[in-house]
């Protein structure tokens, strides 16, 4: 089994910046996207990077303004979110897979977080 476990979420005024965290532990993963969820609202793919390789992918409505990364040592894969805006506001899911999908699929990954919860102020 994989273990994932975010953290790093909070309030934070339009404009700001947050950076979040998916601790993993258990077997080895190969790819970990993070994903978001508003009221009301679908999940939707936010970003994801393959662990061996560092290759990303990210959401049009996210590029140039979040960076997701990776530390192999601390097997923790960061969102790093700059220049929020107010409809970023949702929560945030890590989720993780063995098969080295790096897409926008949901369905495509097997292990999933509890989620944190980002709020965006205007």
């Known amino acids: 089994q994989v273990q994932l476990v975010e953290s790093g979420g909070g309030l934070v005024q339009a404009g700001g910046s947050l950076r979040l965290s998916c601790a993993a532990s258990?077997?080895?993963?190969?790819?970990v996207g993070w994903f978001r969820q508003a009221p009301g609202k679908e999940r939707e793919f936010v970003a994801a990077?393959?662990?061996?390789?560092?290759?990303?992918n990210y959401a049009d409505s996210v590029k140039g303004r979040f960076t997701i990364s990776r530390d192999n040592a601390r097997s923790t894969v960061y969102l790093q979110m700059n220049s929020l805006k107010p409809e970023d506001t949702a929560v945030y899911f890590c989720?993780?897979?063995?098969?080295?999908?790096?897409?926008?699929?949901?369905?495509?990954?097997?292990?999933w977080g509890q989620g944190t919860q980002v709020t965006v102020s205007s």
């Open positions: 989720a993780a897979n063995r098969d080295y999908y790096y897409g926008y699929e949901a369905w495509r990954y097997s292990y």
């Open positions: 258990g077997r080895t993963i190969s790819a």
């Open positions: 990077i393959r662990w061996s390789s560092e290759s990303t």
